[in-house]
DNA sequence: CCTTGCCTTGACGCTGACGACAAGGTTTAG
DNA sequence: CTAAACCTTGTCGTCAGCGTCAAGGCAAGG
């Protein structure tokens, strides 16, 4: 399987697959004229790698799961080193979440209170260009 | 009030005054010499910005407040433009804080089944330089 | 031979809110 | 005279994950 082909099953471009080989993630064998080819297992991985990005991972954090792909196991979530950035990743996202819920609050908090003290004091529109 | 005295009560660096106003969002006097000058009130715009900038906003949807706040308004948020941003803005953190949950609950599914599949079929550390 | 359609490496652009310099002017204090 | 401590404009760097050319090689069909 060549790129072309490769970045259509996975659903992305060639030029992400080439940035996921330059980042070490890929490994790609070569043929004669130098094109990269590509087995099914690849494919696993690359799909590996966009669920994790989609998912919010950096590429970083998704290498233990594609090095436990290459291991032989069915997922790439088995391992320790996987086991552990799930970990992280979990308590980030929670963490975020408090976070986030807090703005939500204010935003809401703020909105309510704008409601209320409506004035009318405010900027006119700028009109566009004549 | 120069620069240097705004960038310390306000909290932040002159580098980032200069960049507000090179986007439209303060508007300082200039002394014979050339020197910006700010009275109090660019103070509470600038903190006005911070405030929402730390919330998640960008430059553009601060202008409003500032706007709302240079109209003579004793808050950034009582004028239309303002509280139309901040339901938009409602919104996009509810959106996010529902993708942010999915997320979380497919992390958590991922680490329990993980933990649950362990195996040792995982690669070796590779050792550090010699 | 020529076109079409793959492939290659290389290098710049993008988004956002600044940080970090460079090179120079001004004012004050000693 | 000079050093310190302000200020000015201008330009490049940062982080991440690519998009988007540019310039060229290789293979196959008509």
């Known amino acids: 399987m060549l790129i072309g082909e490769l970045a259509e099953r996975a659903g992305t471009s060639t030029r992400t697959l080439r940035y996921y080989e330059a980042h070490g993630l890929v490994r790609p064998q070569r043929s004669a004229n130098g094109y990269r080819v590509y087995d099914e297992a690849e494919l696993r991985v690359v799909r590996e790698i966009r669920a994790l990005l989609d998912v919010g991972f950096g590429l970083d954090d998704v290498r233990p799961f594609v090095a436990c792909l290459r291991a032989g196991n069915a997922s790439g979530d088995v391992c320790p ?44 529109k700028r009109a566009s260009a004549p």
């Not at 086991?83 to 935003?107: N, S, T």
């Open 81 to 124: 080193d996987s086991v552990q950035v799930l970990r992280r990743k979990l308590a980030e996202v929670d963490d975020y979440l408090g976070r986030l819920g807090a703005v939500r609050q204010q935003l809401h908090a703020q909105l309510t209170h704008a409601i209320a003290h409506r004035e009318e004091t405010c900027p006119r």
